[in-house]
């Protein structure tokens, strides 16, 4: 059956004796796969209602004034739920889509400095006065990726520095070498992460603290939309944190993954 998937494993025992155990994994895979489809229906027929609830909620806003101030109250929380499950669906679909979608079709070489200046511009009008926000490129190579998808990744981390960091920090998005590839680098000098919690971040819905993710407009899945994205770019996400001294999210990309546009645009040797 093609559809069948065998899981492999082999445990060596001192240096002549080996194990090779096959384990079928078809139905767990298939298991899989209807959750996955399922998450992303259910996200996606929830789209349509709620754009529909929010639009009616936004004329009721405009009403307010002529509103009982009970009922006023009472829309205006409305609307901040709408918004809020409208950000949930979104996540959920958009992690949907990059854990179902084999990827790969819009990735063309990309100017990860002008990516990093757009989001600095959009984070920067969320922390107004409170916070600053720097961009620092010290690498010139171009990345092989999906613009949209590297931006998405990139949003998350920075509003999350701008959400977390607390009042008075600095937050610097980084383009740099990093051995013989890149990272992109998200740093602030903020409240920081305890590093028990660490391993588990990147898991879907995990928060270190639940009520203040959900007031600063969390869903839980900013930093698993991360992972999956920098998977699907070979590249990996590294997260460096201690209380009271900021946290530092690194993402590595391989230097297969890295263009030299300067030598791309030399003429060809005659
Ligand atoms: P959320 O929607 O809760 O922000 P994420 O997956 O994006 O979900 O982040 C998971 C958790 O990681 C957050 O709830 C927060 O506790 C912690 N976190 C992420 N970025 C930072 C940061 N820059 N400083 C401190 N804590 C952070």
Redesign the pocket.
């Known amino acids: 059956d093609e559809r069948q998937v065998l899981q492999f494993q082999l445990t060596l025992y001192g240096d002549d004796e080996r194990l090779l155990m096959a384990r079928d994994i078809t139905r767990l895979h298939r298991l899989e796969e209807m959750r996955r489809d399922f998450v992303a229906n259910v996200s996606h027929e929830l789209r349509t209602p709620l754009t529909v609830l929010a639009g009616y909620l936004e004329t009721f806003g405009d009403l307010a004034d002529t509103l009982p101030a009970r009922l006023a109250k009472g829309v205006s929380q409305m609307q901040s739920q709408t918004t809020r499950m409208q950000n949930l669906v979104d996540d959920l679909l958009l992690l949907s889509r990059l854990e179902i979608d084999r990827g790969g079709h819009d990735h063309g070489p990309l100017d990860v400095a002008a990516v990093l200046e757009s989001v600095r511009r959009d984070v920067q009008a969320l922390a107004g006065e409170r916070q600053t926000v720097e961009v620092v490129i010290d690498e010139s190579r171009r990345l092989i990726g999906s613009e949209s998808e590297v931006r998405s990744a990139i949003s998350?981390?920075a509003f999350?520095?701008v959400?977390?960091?607390g009042d008075g920090c600095h937050i610097v998005l980084r383009w740099m070498p990093c051995g013989d590839g890149a990272c992109v680098a998200v740093e602030?000098d903020?409240?920081?992460?305890d590093p028990v919690?660490i391993p588990r971040?990147?898991e879907r819905f995990?928060?270190?603290?639940k009520g203040?993710?959900t007031a600063?407009g969390?869903?839980?899945?900013?930093?698993?939309i991360v992972k999956h994205v920098l998977l699907r770019h070979d590249a990996h996400l590294e997260i460096d944190?201690h209380p009271g001294q900021g946290?530092r999210?690194r993402c590595h990309f391989p230097s297969s993954r890295l263009r030299d546009e300067a030598a791309k645009a030399k003429p060809p040797a005659t």
């Open positions: 998350n981390l999350n520095a959400r977390y960091a602030d903020g409240e920081g992460i919690h971040l990147t995990y928060r270190v603290d203040r993710s600063t969390g869903t839980g899945l900013g930093l698993a944190s946290a999210f």
